[in-house]
């Protein structure tokens, strides 16, 4: 009897426990499962900008610039500041920014300055940008070169540079904050991802800059790109690049920043005239990838007859010189691969019996929202080029300037200039700002028809003795951040 009643107690349990089970199954089928936060788009609230080397040597004028462009979304409520500010240091300046449409200048002319933070808060960090750009007419270092300063970030990818005898390329690290970054700085040549350990788990103190050169990590590369992480920390990242013929320069620049890895790529500011276009492109995946070449000229898009495609093995970098089809035109290049790639571009400049300068460009894709460079200088035989790429659709933008008229002042913006340009087809215009300023901020607004674009400007210094050139393609502002929308969880009990 005790064994029956041991039974039927379990089965009691089991179905008491069936019930239970069932009943909470049949309440979730019947209780709607609530769908996930929506998504808010809000104004960013900071922004930080590392502006890397702002001066070297007594050769060496560098100004770095930056500006508020006014319109954006979030400036008219709350308050804000901006600045310029150098790191900790032997030397110091700063810069402030009074309000929307507000520039400001550090300058660096013969004296050596720690690198710059560009820090702008509130209502005026949405359209903060800031810039960097250098003019060594006769030294060691002769050339013009310029940097966009990069926000403070985890990641970054290069794609050029090189440690052949002749050649130093220099990797610059700037930690903005108060604590120690740990830094990875991977290189890939021609045969795959180099050993390097140099490069492993650098440290950077707190508001310092770190600069490691490329022979010293691992010589005699002659085609190289970078993928340079922070494990800790954030930080600015730039490289620097010279190539030196006995002690004449034949090329200086920063390597522009290139897009994370993809299966298309767009290459803007393929600038025109005479020399070498050589393209570089790095697989960084485990896969060899097929690239197809296309090229967006002002007359159209084509494929090229020679140089329509290249094979680039896994984990390799591959060079080649598309300057037998450029046919020394303004022109952006378009990367179609079946595996992740990355991209960049070196440009020389020469003419017979003069010295000679280089420029480097940039993997990048297209984007929709207003885009802007400042510090473009006005300067005696010194001309800026716009290049405006439809990659993907008729483009139609504004094109605005702000002349730099003092840091107390706001600018007093040019009439905007609208210009068309066709699907598949690049324009290269010509900026004209006011004569009486030193420099000025350029401020490019799609209209709301325009399909998404590719921006990227050059400055050329004409010279007897050879051009000076520089130049970098163009990301949008920083003016919002999308962020998930909170609401109140029934279930979370508040004590």
């Not at 010293?216 to 002659?222: R, S, Y």
């Not at 007859?305 to 591959?318: L, M, Q, S, W, Y």
């Not at 992740?340 to 020469?350: C, E, K, L, Y």
Request: some cysteine.
């Amino acid at each position: 009897m005790k064994r029956l009643g041991a039974a039927r107690t379990l089965v009691i349990v089991i179905a008491i426990t069936s019930l239970v089970v069932a009943g909470g199954w049949f309440i979730q089928l019947r209780t709607p499962v609530a769908p996930p936060p929506p998504l808010a788009i809000e104004p960013i609230e900071s922004s930080v900008l590392i502006c890397p080397e702002p001066g070297a040597n007594a050769e060496l004028g560098v100004r770095v610039t930056a500006a508020v462009v006014p319109g954006q979304p979030g400036q008219e409520a709350g308050s804000g500041s901006a600045r310029l500010e150098t790191l900790p240091g032997k030397s110091s300046a700063e810069a402030l920014i009074v309000g929307p449409g507000g520039q400001a200048q550090i300058d660096a002319f013969g004296e050596k300055l720690p690198p710059i933070r560009a820090v702008a808060t509130g209502s005026l960090a949405p359209g903060f940008v800031a810039d960097q750009w250098g003019r060594d007419p006769r030294g060691t270092g002769r050339g013009l070169a310029s940097t966009a300063c990069a926000p403070a970030a985890s990641q970054f990818w290069f794609v050029g540079g090189g440690s052949v005898a002749g050649r130093q390329t220099r990797v610059v690290l700037v930690n903005p904050d108060d604590n120690a970054a740990v830094v990875d700085v991977l290189i890939y040549g021609t045969a795959g991802l180099l050993d390097a350990p140099g490069g492993r788990g650098l440290v950077v103190p707190p508001g310092s800059r770190l600069a490691v050169r490329l022979d010293a990590l691992t010589p005699g590369e002659k085609s190289t790109a970078f993928h340079v992480i922070a494990r800790t920390g954030r930080i600015g990242a730039a490289i620097a690049d010279q190539q030196m013929s006995g002690l004449k320069s034949v090329g200086t620049d920063w390597i522009a920043p290139a897009a994370p890895p993809a299966t298309t790529v767009y290459v803007p500011g393929v600038l025109p005239g005479k020399g070498a276009r050589v393209l570089s492109v790095v697989a960084p995946g485990d896969q060899d990838a097929v690239v197809k070449i296309g090229i967006i000229s002002s007359i159209g898009t084509f494929s090229p007859v020679e140089r329509d495609r290249v094979k680039v093995p896994a984990g390799t970098v591959i060079s080649v010189d598309m300057s037998s089809v450029t046919g020394e035109q303004p022109i952006t290049l378009e990367l179609t691969s079946d595996q992740p790639i990355v991209a960049g571009m070196r440009q020389f400049f020469s003419g017979k019996k003069q010295q000679e300068d280089t420029s480097f460009t940039a993997g990048a894709q297209p984007f929709t929202g207003p885009a802007a460079v400042s510090g473009l200088p006005v300067r005696t035989a010194t001309d800026v080029r716009l290049a405006i790429t439809a990659p993907l659709g008729a483009v139609s933008v504004d094109v605005v300037l702000l002349p730099y008229r003092g840091r107390k002042q706001i600018a007093e913006a040019t009439l905007p200039e609208r210009i068309e340009v066709p699907a598949g087809q690049v324009k290269f215009m010509l900026l004209r700002p006011p004569a009486d300023v030193d420099w000025y901020t350029a401020v490019v607004t799609p209209t709301d028809d325009s399909a998404p674009i590719l921006l990227a400007h050059r400055v050329r210094e004409r010279s007897r003795y050879g051009d000076l050139i520089t130049g970098y393609p163009w990301a949008p502002l920083r003016t919002e951040v999308t962020v998930p929308a909170a609401e109140q969880d029934a279930g979370v009990t508040v004590r």
